[in-house]
């Protein structure tokens, strides 16, 4: 890296937990300012304060606006924010802390799920310009009717790399407490393996079916701009993990990681009319507003009816059943059920599509496991099952032993 270097980098809050954290990151900023980077250093809310400030609020207020959800959870990471700049200058290194809005992150107008939209990077290159390290304040944005927005949890990521992207930054760094991309989440599975590359696509995946150590709109934004991510440890030494083109990964395996996700809930409206626009019903009031729906399963029809089921993350029950209740209503359904306590395990692999197998063997291994499937999904780089949520770190590690996963040498290879 040329001393010149333009390079974003993030720390995530399981970085940022305490005051002595948040004065070692300083310190490892600061030695890269001094190596003569020019740094943009992204920041989320320190520790679990987005959580904290979610739980406060819902002490007042059991539904609360999106609005005043964004009004509140921005603060956390502007908090990060002059903390850090204010560590970084105590160590005599120039630094300033900027607001999403400051540094130019536009954003639509949809609370709590904003997409950035536009970034105007000239008040970020002038403080560069200044020689000053630029701490913003990541999650969130603006929007066209100047209202404080937030990019859904996790979004600090993907103001680190829209900056990236904005900035043609030399390098886009994600710190935070693992030192890369493993076969599977290290904190459930043991001898889950760092992988020293995977494609966007892959990782895609995963962050959509449950690896928070990337949020997927991060992903897709370094996909659509082409921008490597690389994701390190923020305490140690190593070279982290590469998110890059799928041409760069030599080998695409027919099981590269197995990923999981508990607080999945499940709807289920029965007994409704089998004939077109039904679904549609459905789904359009849910899609409008902005419930993502996860799963969907449609029954073979008996005497002309049949009955939809579909999954939500537990966090959009309340909604999406409020939702379902009227559809249920409004066409005649026996009855509408709302069930919380699943998870969900997934495979992902790109050498998957080619190979008929690979689902037989996941779910021989399930079966091995005493582990009973209630719903299925498959696309070409992933199978997904649906399964109650207290057996899902025991999934987890049993797909991850039948499939080789934690060697070198992985028995799952293509
Ligand atoms: P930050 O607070 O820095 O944003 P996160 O908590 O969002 O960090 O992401 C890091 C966490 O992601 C790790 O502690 C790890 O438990 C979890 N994780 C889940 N799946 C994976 C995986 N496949 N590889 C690495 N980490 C994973
Ligand atoms: N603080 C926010 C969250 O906890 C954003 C982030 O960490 O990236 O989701
Ligand atoms: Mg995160």
Same mark, same amino acid.
């Given at each position: ?8 980098? *993030?720390?995530?809050?399981s ?27 992204v920041?989320s809310a ?13 002490q ?23 903390? !850090?700049?204010?560590?970084l200058q105590?160590?005599?290194c120039?630094? #300033?802390?900027?607001?999403?809005? %400051?540094?130019?992150?536009?954003? +639509? ?13 000239? $008040? ?13 304040a ?29 900035? *043609?930054? +030399? ?32 990782? !895609?995946? !995963? ?6 150590v990337?949020?997927? $709109? ?5 996909l659509?701009? $082409? ?16 998110i ?25 409206? !029965?007994?409704?009319a089998?004939r ?25 029809? $008996? ?9 939500? =993350?537990?966090?959009e029950?309340?909604?999406a ?18 069930? %919380?306590?699943?998870?969900?395990? =997934?495979? #992902? ?18 079966? =091995?496991?005493?582990?009973?499937i209630e ?17 899902v +770190?025991h ?12 060697? %070198?040498?992985?028995?799952?290879r293509?």
């Amino acid at each position: 890296m040329s001393a010149n270097a333009l390079i974003v980098q *993030k720390f995530g809050g399981s970085s940022l937990a305490t005051m002595e954290h948040v004065r070692r990151v300083a310190e490892r900023v600061a030695r890269d300012r001094q190596r003569g980077c020019r740094l943009v250093v992204v920041v989320s809310a320190m520790g679990d304060a987005t959580d904290d400030l979610l739980e406060l609020l819902g002490q007042l207020n059991a539904r609360p606006v999106a609005r005043e959800v964004d009004m509140l959870l921005a603060t956390g990471e502007q908090a990060s924010a002059a903390l !850090m700049a204010s560590a970084l200058q105590a160590l005599g290194c120039s630094a #300033v802390s900027l607001t999403g809005w %400051q540094a130019g992150v536009a954003t +639509d107008s949809v609370h709590r799920k904003a997409s950035i939209v536009r970034i105007d990077t000239s $008040r970020i290159l002038r403080e560069l310009e200044d020689g000053r390290v630029v701490i913003v304040a990541g999650f969130q944005g603006l929007s066209a009717d100047a209202e404080i927005t937030t990019l859904g949890r996790g979004g600090s990521d993907t103001t680190a790399v829209a900056l990236a992207a904005a900035l *043609k930054a +030399d390098s886009c760094e994600i710190y935070s407490d693992v030192d890369g991309v493993y076969t599977a989440d290290p904190r459930v599975v043991p001898d889950a393996r760092r992988l020293p590359l995977i494609s966007y696509e892959e990782m !895609m995946e !995963m962050a959509h079916l449950g690896a928070q150590v990337l949020q997927i $709109r991060a992903v897709e934004c370094a996909l659509l701009n $082409r921008v490597t991510i690389v994701a390190k440890s923020t305490f140690t030494e190593g070279p982290g993990t590469c998110i890059t083109e799928v041409d760069a990964v030599e080998e695409r395996a027919l099981a590269r990681a197995v990923a999981q996700e508990r607080d999945v809930a499940k709807l289920a409206l !029965m007994g409704v009319a089998d004939r077109p626009g039904v679904a549609h019903r459905v789904f359009a009031a849910l899609a409008e507003a902005h419930v993502n729906v996860d799963m969907i399963i449609q029954s073979q029809p $008996r005497d002309g009816l049949n009955d939809i089921a579909f999954t939500v =993350s537990r966090d959009e029950l309340p909604s999406a059943e409020e939702m379902a209740r009227a559809a249920g209503r409004e066409l005649g359904a026996a009855a509408v059920v709302a069930e %919380q306590g699943y998870g969900k395990v =997934s495979l #992902v692999g790109a050498g998957m599509a080619s190979n008929p197998g690979v689902a037989a063997r996941m779910f021989g291994a399930l079966a =091995s496991a005493g582990v009973n499937i209630e719903m299925i999904s498959t696309s070409e780089i992933k199978i997904s099952c649906l399964v109650r949520a207290q057996h899902v +770190d025991h999934a987890a590690r049993a797909l991850h032993a039948a499939f080789g996963l934690g060697q %070198q040498a992985a028995l799952g290879r293509a």
